[in-house]
C-alpha cells in the first residue's frame, strides 16, 4: 500500500503525482514478492531504497515509529476477533481493509498492484555514481538511537562480486530460504540480492512460524538458508516432534544477527545434516565480512577469517593493533563499510578512523591462524569486583544445561562506582520446570566465583528485536525506545 507524499522533502509546495518524489512505500504487512520489485525499481531509477521510504535523494526526517498510548489490534480482514473481551481490557481494535484491486482502501492511499498495473512495460535504468546511496538501512537501535546507515551502490557490488563470491558457492540450481525480513541487511543482501545476483530461487514465506518454514524447505527442497539464531532453535524443537519430517536437501545455512549458541550449532548439524557456517557482519558491512567455514575450515567458536577483500584489526582504546590472543575491539576496513550515517556526522566520526577503520564496538581476538573470535559487545562488558566479565561466556555455559532454551546475562545495580551485580535471565524449554537453585548449582560447576551470577530469574520469553539480538538496555530495566516518535 502506497500513500501520496503532501510537499517535496525540502520545500513546502505540492509535490505533482507525476514526479519521482510523489510516492513512498508506507505499509506492507507481509513478505512478498513485492519487497523484490519494490527495491529493484528503486535502485534501478536511481532512488534509494529503505525499510520506511522509497524517495529521491531528498530523504526527509522520517517517523519510525508514532507512538500510542493506548493498546490495540490490528487484525487483518480474516482474522476473528472477540471484541467484547478486547473491549473489558480496554484494547481498541482496528481492521486493515481487505485486500483487491475492488476493495475499500484507507483514505489517501493506493495499492501497489493497481500502480503497477497502470505502469508502462518501457523501462531504462538510470545511469549512477557508484558511490551514490542506494540504500537507506536503520540499525536496530539496541545500544542507542536508530540510525541510517548509508549504503551505496559500490558497497552492494563489492559484497556481491568479491566477498560473497568467496564465501558461498552460489549457483543457478539453488533455492534460497526467504524468511528473514528484507529491510534488514541480512535478508537484503543474503537472501534476496545475492539470490538474484546469481540467479537462484528464492521462497519466500509470507508468514513465519516454525512449522511454516519447516513445511517450506520440505516441499521446495531449499538448499541454502540464511536464518537467525532463534529460528534455527525453533527448526529444532519442531523437529524434535516430527522425526519422520526432517528435511535432508539443505546444503548451506547461515547464521548472523546475534550470536549463536554452540549447543543449538551442534543440535542443529546432527539433526539436519547440514552444517551452519556462522557469519559475521553489520549493516555497516553490507553484511558478512567473514564466515567460519569457509574454505573448509572450520573452527568451533569462531567467526572465521576475514572474506577476500577484507581487512580486520583488534585495536586498544587508543587506535593501536593488538598482537594475537589479546582481547580488543574489532575494526573492519573494506570496500563494502558503509559511507556513513545519514545526516549524522557527529556518529560517523566515532566510529569510523581518518585511514579508514569502521570500528565495529565488537570486543573480540585473534588467533595464531587469522581466525577471529567475539567475546562480547564493548558496551554489554560487566564490571564487578574490578574484573571484567562477558555476558557471553556466561550465557554459553547456561545454554549448556539440557533444561534451558534461551538465556541471557546483564549486570545491573552497578551506580555510583558500585560493582554490578551479575543478573541470568533464564527461558526453561517448553515443558521442562527448572528451578532457580538448579540454575546456581550449574554455575557453581562451571563458572569461577566472581562470574557466577548473583541474580537469577526465569521468564518465558527475553526481549529481542526482529532479528533475534537480546535487547538487554530492557532487561536492565534503563531502555527508553527513542524510536517512539510523535512528530516528525
Same mark, same amino acid.
Given at each position: ?308 577483500? $577484507? +581487512? ?6 587508543? /587506535?593501536?593493533? &593488538?598482537?594475537? %590472543?589479546?582481547? @580488543? =575491539?574489532?575494526?573492519? #576496513? ?124 526465569? $521468564? +518465558? ?6 532479528? /533475534?539480538?537480546? &535487547?538487554?538496555? %530492557?532487561?536492565? @530495566? =534503563?531502555?527508553?525506545? #527513542? ?6
Amino acid at each position: 500500500m502506497f500513500g501520496r507524499k503532501k510537499t517535496d522533502a525540502n520545500t513546502s509546495e505540492p509535490a505533482s503525482v507525476g514526479s519521482s518524489s510523489a510516492w513512498r512505500r508506507i505499509y506492507n504487512p507481509e513478505g512478498d514478492p513485492a519487497d523484490v520489485v519494490s527495491y529493484g525499481a528503486a535502485v534501478a531509477e536511481g532512488r534509494i531504497a529503505g525499510k520506511y521510504q522509497l524517495s529521491t535523494i531528498k530523504v526527509p526526517k522520517t517517523v519510525i515509529i508514532q507512538q500510542s498510548r493506548v493498546p490495540g489490534i490490528i487484525a487483518g480482514a480474516d482474522v476473528t476477533v472477540d471484541r467484547e473481551a478486547a473491549r473489558e481490557q480496554g484494547i481498541e481494535v482496528v481492521r486493515t481493509s481487505r485486500q483487491g484491486r475492488n476493495s475499500a482502501r484507507d483514505v489517501g492511499t493506493i495499492n501497489l498492484s493497481e500502480l503497477t498495473s497502470r505502469a508502462s512495460r518501457d523501462f531504462s535504468a538510470v545511469d549512477v555514481d557508484p558511490d551514490a546511496p542506494a540504500a537507506l538501512i536503520y540499525t536496530s537501535g539496541t545500544t542507542g538511537d536508530p540510525k541510517g546507515v548509508t549504503l551505496s551502490h559500490r558497497n552492494f557490488h563489492f559484497q556481491l562480486n568479491t566477498i560473497v563470491r568467496s564465501l558461498v558457492p552460489f549457483s543457478s540450481t539453488d533455492r534460497v530460504m526467504g524468511v528473514l525480513p528484507m529491510y534488514h541487511i541480512f535478508g537484503l543482501s543474503n537472501s534476496m540480492i545475492a539470490a538474484i545476483n546469481y540467479g537462484a530461487c528464492i521462497v519466500m514465506l509470507p508468514q513465519y512460524s516454525p512449522a511454516n518454514l519447516l513445511a517450506a524447505i520440505t516441499e521446495h527442497q531449499v538448499t541454502i538458508m540464511p536464518a537467525v539464531p532463534s529460528m534455527y532453535q525453533h527448526l529444532l524443537a519442531v523437529a524434535r516432534a516430527r522425526k519422520a519430517e526432517i528435511p535432508k536437501s539443505l546444503k548451506f545455512c547461515f547464521s548472523g544477527g546475534a550470536a549463536l549458541p554452540l549447543a543449538i550449532l551442534r543440535s542443529f548439524t546432527d539433526t539436519f545434516g547440514a552444517q551452519i557456517l556462522e557469519g559475521y557482519g553489520l549493516t555497516e558491512t553490507t553484511s558478512s565480512v567473514c564466515v567460519n567455514g569457509q574454505k573448509g575450515t572450520f573452527k568451533e567458536g569462531s567467526i572465521g577469517p576475514p572474506a577476500e577483500g $577484507v +581487512e580486520m584489526e583488534i585495536l586498544d582504546e587508543e /587506535g593501536t593493533p &593488538l598482537p594475537e %590472543e589479546v582481547q @580488543g =575491539e574489532i575494526a573492519i #576496513r573494506s570496500t563494502t563499510v558503509f559511507t556513513g550515517y545519514w545526516n549524522n556526522p557527529e556518529a560517523t566520526r566515532e566510529v569510523m578512523t581518518e585511514d579508514g577503520w569502521f570500528r565495529t564496538g565488537d570486543l573480540g581476538y585473534r588467533d595464531a591462524e587469522g581466525f577471529f573470535f567475539i567475546t562480547d559487545r564493548k558496551k554489554d562488558i560487566i564490571i564487578t569486583g574490578g574484573y571484567n566479565v562477558s555476558p557471553r561466556e556466561i550465557e554459553e555455559v547456561l545454554m549448556a544445561h539440557p533444561k534451558i532454551a534461551d538465556a541471557a546475562v546483564v549486570g545491573i545495580n552497578g551506580r555510583n562506582n558500585r560493582p554490578e551485580t551479575i543478573a541470568a535471565f533464564v527461558v526453561p524449554h517448553q515443558n521442562e520446570t527448572i528451578h532457580e537453585r538448579e540454575i546456581v548449582q550449574h554455575c557453581e560447576a562451571e563458572l569461577a566465583t566472581y562470574k557466577r551470577p548473583k541474580v537469577v530469574s526465569i $521468564v +518465558e520469553a527475553l526481549p529481542k528485536s526482529a532479528t /533475534g539480538k537480546v &535487547l538487554r538496555s %530492557e532487561l536492565r @530495566g =534503563e531502555r527508553i525506545d #527513542r524510536r517512539l516518535i510523535e512528530k516528525e
